[in-house]
């Protein structure tokens, strides 16, 4: 690599041996570490267009609830207030004035559709996106790391199996994550579906308007789910109350989306999960390298920044091995311009270059206008083709 640099008027020579000597095996893993990079940057693309999937309309359950118990002047818990409105079809003054004042039937169903709408939105992304560019990643790393194996070739490169193996069970953190997602959003869609169905359903009793036969219907299992739903989602919880400055958590899907680095307000209750249950029992399997860790309590921002820190130490070392190969071999100044002449115009002094290959020769051509205006000078250089 022969390098001119007119500012300075200088003739600098590199000595990249290293690049020469490895130059096919550079080139595979630049173009790996750009396929790398560029779904670093699509997955960052997918989260950002999931953040805007997710309004702040989904929080106004959360807002609207929490300034009901703070109003309200009986001792009795919001949960025990719906309960009480789905078993005997009765509510307090307070509730009803929630309902049918704050919420609305038309807000209630408004609120409904935009849920149900950015939950589908998200869920696509993380389908069709974020979990696709995830495998991609996956399959990328671990061609990288099958080259540092070959370590005759690529590890006087930099490429580090161990950080490469880091940088794997990273992606695989992600990729389990963005499926805990999916199971939120499903679960979460279909508890949110049966709630709004029989809260629409009471307030239309409220208003003593027309309910339609196909809502009207509700068979105990139903009233089961939904006594189920008030009780995980409707509990009061001092905890988030000095966390977040408020009681509620009913919307669960946010949590993951937001970029902080406290740990989930709700994480998922994997109290029933038998797999979770069979590796915790096996003593073989508990520590084992071959399963990605999950980080229960973490969000899919605090897990996808962890992976984005460890692989970008996998693509620095390689960097800065082949930066420190790169020495100067030969500096030749061509020539100095006086401090008073700075500003002078000149009409030509880049010089231009060429290599003779038949002869093993590097030519530079150059003026120098303070010394001579009308001279074109010529500098012949030996070089090693090799080198």
């Known amino acids: 690599m022969n390098l001119l640099s007119p500012p300075s008027h200088s003739w600098t020579l590199l000595d990249t041996c290293l690049l020469s000597s490895c130059l096919p095996e550079v080139t595979r893993m630049s173009r790996k570490f750009t396929h790398i990079s560029t779904l670093l940057q699509y997955l960052h693309l997918s989260l950002t267009c999931m953040c805007e999937a997710w309004e702040d309309i989904l929080l106004q359950m959360d ?4 300034k009901f118990v703070q109003e309200k002047n ?22 009803q004035a929630l309902l049918m004042n704050q919420l609305t039937v038309k807000g209630l169903k408004k609120l409904g559709q935009s849920i149900e709408s950015s939950y589908s939105s998200i869920q696509k992304l ?11 990643l996956l399959y990328h790393l671990s061609e990288v790391r099958g080259m540092s194996l070959w370590k005759q070739k690529f590890e006087p490169l930099g490429l580090d199996a161990a950080a490469l193996e880091g940088a794997i069970t990273a992606v695989g953190s992600f990729s389990l994550k963005a499926n805990e997602l999916l199971q939120v959003i499903d679960k979460s869609m279909k508890n949110f579906k049966a709630f709004f169905r029989w809260l629409y359903v009471a307030m239309l009793r409220m208003c003593e308007e027309h309910v339609p036969p196909e809502l009207n219907k509700m068979t105990q299992k139903d009233i089961a789910f939904v006594a189920d739903f008030l009780s995980e989602h409707f509990s009061e919880n001092e905890e988030l109350f000095d966390r977040k400055g408020k009681y ?3 919307e669960r899907v946010g ?23 069979f590796l915790q029992e096996s003593a073989h399997l508990k520590e084992s390298p071959l399963l990605f860790p999950s980080f229960p309590q973490k969000s899919l921002h605090f ?18 091995v082949i930066g420190r190969s790169v020495t100067q071999a030969v500096f030749l100044p061509l020539y100095t ?19 003779d290959k038949k002869n093993r020769m590097h030519h530079v051509v150059f003026c120098m206008p303070e ?9 012949r250089r030996g070089t090693d083709p090799l080198r």
């Open 63 to 66: 807002l609207r609830l929490t």
């Open 74 to 95: 009986t001792s009795t818990q919001v949960q025990d207030e719906f309960l009480e409105l789905l078993l005997w079809g009765q509510s307090s003054p307070e509730l």
């Open 126 to 136: 993380v389908i069709s996106h974020l979990q696709s560019g995830s495998e991609a």
């Open 248 to 250: 509620f958590n009913v």
């Open 255 to 277: 949590q993951y989306l937001k970029d902080e680095d406290e740990d989930l307000v709700s994480p998922p209750n994997t109290k029933g999960n038998q797999w979770l249950r």
């Open 303 to 320: 897990v996808k920044r962890m992976m984005e820190g460890v692989i970008e130490q996998c693509l620095q070392k390689p960097a800065e």
């Open 337 to 355: 311009v006086p401090e008073s002449s700075e500003n002078t115009p000149r009409l030509f002094e880049l010089p231009s270059l060429w290599n």
């Open 371 to 379: 010394v001579s205006p009308c001279k074109v000078f010529l500098l």
